[in-house]
């Protein structure tokens, strides 16, 4: 990620969403723009994520969340990245009570759920909100009559919009997919291995569906109903945001008038 442009730091909080994004714009000065309520904006001369704004997470985010301020016995699991596994952080999730739960390398694809449910519809509705700026947003251009990139503060605002509109039982089943939070009995174990049960056939059952059967509409109470693996195939679409456009979506002018590459030129 250190070749980001704009670091976006996404957690879930089981059952609440209470961790609003906090984004990281490559650039030595914030920016001279008025971001909206829920979303923490920092800068960093090279778009990284670093242990000081690891330290800042967990104060401004992590320590934001309803009952923190009692600092009630929490774990917190994220993957390896150095800045958290430092001794300054771990000092400071010491201060807070906190736990943490390292995912090893290789395996947040299995085991975190942003990965698992999340990251795909998060990255597909960015680009619908794209879509519609191009088509009928207010836009600035350079004077060579180029359209100019979206502000800093409009992309946020679809970062915040994007992330209000994950259904929180996507977020509940990516933990329990995750093997975070199931029921200690056992009763839960299954949603682990639910996806590859469903898409085995049964004794009896046709392997093969007629092509042209046509397939149901997906609204989204029917979203928050769909397995992990489910949820990941109906949202791989053409219409997903990838790491490289994300990065171009906030890149930061630096008052330049650069203007505004169209995603399929990225």
């Not at 990516?174 to 009995?185: G, L, T, V, Y």
């Not at 693996?229 to 990065?247: H, K, V």
Request: net charge negative.
């Amino acid at each position: 990620m250190k070749n980001n442009i704009l670091l976006l730091y996404l957690h879930a909080k089981l059952m609440e969403r209470n961790f609003g994004p906090m984004v990281i714009f490559k650039r030595k000065l914030m920016p001279k723009e008025t971001f909206p309520p829920g979303v923490i904006a920092k800068v960093h001369p090279k778009g990284w994520m670093d242990e000081t704004r690891t330290k800042v997470w967990l104060d401004e985010v992590y320590m934001k969340r309803p009952g923190a301020l009692l600092k009630p016995r929490s774990l917190l699991v994220w993957d390896m990245f150095r800045a958290h596994c430092c001794d300054s952080v771990k000092a400071k999730l010491k201060e807070y009570r906190t736990r943490q739960a390292v995912i090893p390398g290789g395996c947040t694809s299995i085991l975190q759920p942003l990965d698992v449910s999340i990251n795909k519809p998060f990255k597909t509705y960015v680009r619908k909100l794209w879509n519609t700026w191009m088509i009928s947003g207010e836009k600035e251009f350079t004077k060579g009559g180029a359209i100019k990139r979206p502000g800093l503060s409009l992309v946020v605002e679809w970062v915040k919009e994007a992330w209000d509109s994950i259904p929180e039982q996507i977020i509940i089943k990516s933990f329990k997919k995750c093997a975070i939070s199931n029921a200690m009995d056992g009763t839960e174990d299954d949603m682990l291995y639910e996806d590859l049960l469903a898409s085995s056939p049964g004794e009896g059952e046709e392997e093969h569906k007629d092509e042209g059967e046509e397939k149901a509409h997906k609204d989204e109470d029917e979203d928050e109903n769909m397995s992990s693996d489910e949820l990941n195939d109906y949202y791989e679409t053409d219409d997903m945001l990838s790491d490289e456009q994300m990065r171009q979506l906030f890149e930061s002018d630096d008052e330049s008038e650069e203007e505004f590459l169209d995603f399929d030129d990225v």
